[in-house]
């Protein structure tokens, strides 16, 4: 059957809303193109920081490979077809869990999408498409975060056992597609491919099986929305009811038989108040993170007369950060809530992601467990009210903390923690950020960031851009 031809039936409205969205929306709004530099920032960064702990398996598929046009991996001597560039780029931007976070019913990092709209803009523009520019690029972040987030805001897709990683293969393949020159039909056909897919399970990310692969899985959406692309782009039609299909379409098979909510139009809400990650730690414990680190003082050197620490937190921080018992590797660390306030306490200081590791001091180190033990989560229901609300913007927890003499400290609330979008504070703490973890690898990080936020940058082109960055690249992989 012709991708074209006119006897298939409409596809299923929500692909069609994507595709729109993707084609039809403008972005006017200066505060959401100053928030997508942010955002290209901010996954530059953590995309360095993670080289060392990826060089096992980022680069081409076969060694010494050469590829026309590819995309020059930042940090390394790679240059790469867009495919295995989308999973490199992707891996690297979430490896570490220092990337951004958006909230809802169910939980992502919106630039994940990056991994994959880059390395095909970077791809393009060397290909012949002159056009191209850093304003594409900057727009298909603005709407792949939209995409992603609408649909996190009231679907659950942990519930039915899915990773959250299905919406970056979604959004992602909705903007490639545009990125790359398809069609509005073709776009049509993408997104569905992207919903046919295989979905992963989220087995990955929760106790006893938290594994790195939850550090990879974003690039392995890149991949796969780059692919569903190129394979459209071939002329391989999609599959119109490909969600409403009796039996064999997504919601029946997937998602127990319920349709989508989208709870307001695609714009640009979610690059407005997606969450800065300023801290290496799993997003719904950053705030008892910051309760712990207000504790540190008050309990130094009076740590072993702590009888009791009751975390009280939302329900998203009970589902995936709520784990007692041994914890095996770095990737079971970081999804820890008492792991992650135990180091705290001890170290008196922010959690970095060399804490989470196998050589850790802190993951040998006896009083972390006897911390752990002492702990307590318990869910709060108006925190997890208050975080489903995007009118209170909140991503609650609190610390008690019971001596051994019976005495009860004061209870520590943090409500919008260090990153949140509407601390004053946060664009120049990322800005902080971005220049600690580039630092060690590109040349006048600082001078990057300040030229990326100037008026006109916009207009350069995508691989203009990219030999910029690297040309200050001091240290290869």
Request: hydrophobic share 40%; glycine share 6%; net charge negative.
């Amino acid at each position: 059957m012709s991708p074209n031809d006119n006897s298939r039936p409409p596809f299923d409205a929500v692909i069609r809303a994507i595709t729109d969205y993707v084609f039809d929306y403008e972005v006017t709004s200066e505060n959401a193109w100053k928030r997508a530099r942010v955002a290209l920032l901010d996954s530059l960064g953590c995309a360095l920081e993670s080289l060392p702990s990826c060089a096992s398996f980022i680069g081409p598929v076969v060694k010494g490979t050469v590829v026309p046009n590819g995309f020059p991996l930042p940090g390394t001597s790679y240059v790469l077809d867009p495919v295995k560039a989308a999973f490199d780029y992707g891996a690297l931007i979430r490896y570490l869990d220092h990337s951004d976070a958006y909230p809802g019913a169910e939980w992502g990092h919106p630039s994940d999408n990056i991994g994959a709209i880059l390395p095909v803009a970077d791809w393009m523009s060397r290909s012949g498409n002159e056009n191209m520019t850093m304003k594409d690029v900057l727009e298909a972040i603005v709407k792949a975060y939209e995409i992603q987030g609408i649909f996190q805001a009231k679907n659950a897709f942990n519930e039915v056992g899915i990773d959250h990683v299905i919406l970056v293969k979604i959004a992602a393949t909705a903007v490639v597609s545009k990125l790359m020159g398809l069609t509005r039909e073709q776009t049509n056909d993408a997104v569905s491919q992207a919903w046919a897919d295989g979905q992963p399970l989220r087995v990955y990310r929760q106790s006893p099986n938290t594994s790195p692969r939850k550090g990879w899985a974003a690039g392995d959406a890149c991949m796969r929305a780059v692919h569903n692309v190129l394979m459209t782009k071939s002329g391989q039609p999609g599959y119109p009811t490909v969600l409403s299909a009796p039996k064999w379409g997504f919601y029946d098979t997937c998602f127990q038989g319920k349709e989508f909510q989208l709870p307001k139009p695609f714009q640009h809400h979610v690059i407005d108040h997606f969450f800065i990650k300023l801290v290496a730690a799993e997003g719904h414990g950053i705030a008892a993170v910051e309760a712990a680190l207000q504790l540190s003082g008050t309990l130094a050197g009076r740590l072993e007369q702590v009888r009791s620490i009751r975390i009280r937190t939302q329900r998203p921080a009970m589902k995936i950060i709520d784990k007692t018992g041994p914890l095996h590797n770095a990737a079971d660390r970081d999804h820890c809530m008492r792991y992650m306030v135990a180091v705290t306490l001890l170290k008196r200081g922010w959690l970095d992601v060399s804490d989470y590791a196998d050589d850790s001091a802190w993951a040998r180190d006896p009083r972390v467990d006897v911390l752990r033990a002492k702990m307590t989560m318990e869910e709060d229901p108006q925190m997890s009210a208050d975080y489903m609300n995007p009118a209170t913007g909140k991503c609650a927890s609190a610390l008690l903390v019971t001596m051994e003499d019976g005495s009860v400290l004061e209870e520590v609330l943090v409500e919008r923690p260090i990153g949140h979008p509407w601390r004053a504070d946060t664009i120049e703490k990322a800005r902080a950020k971005f220049i600690e973890l580039a630092g060690p690898i590109l040349e006048d990080p600082a001078g990057l960031w300040d030229e990326t936020m100037q008026a006109g940058w916009m207009n350069m082109k995508v691989r203009d851009w990219m030999d910029r960055v690297t040309r200050r690249t001091k240290a290869r992989l």
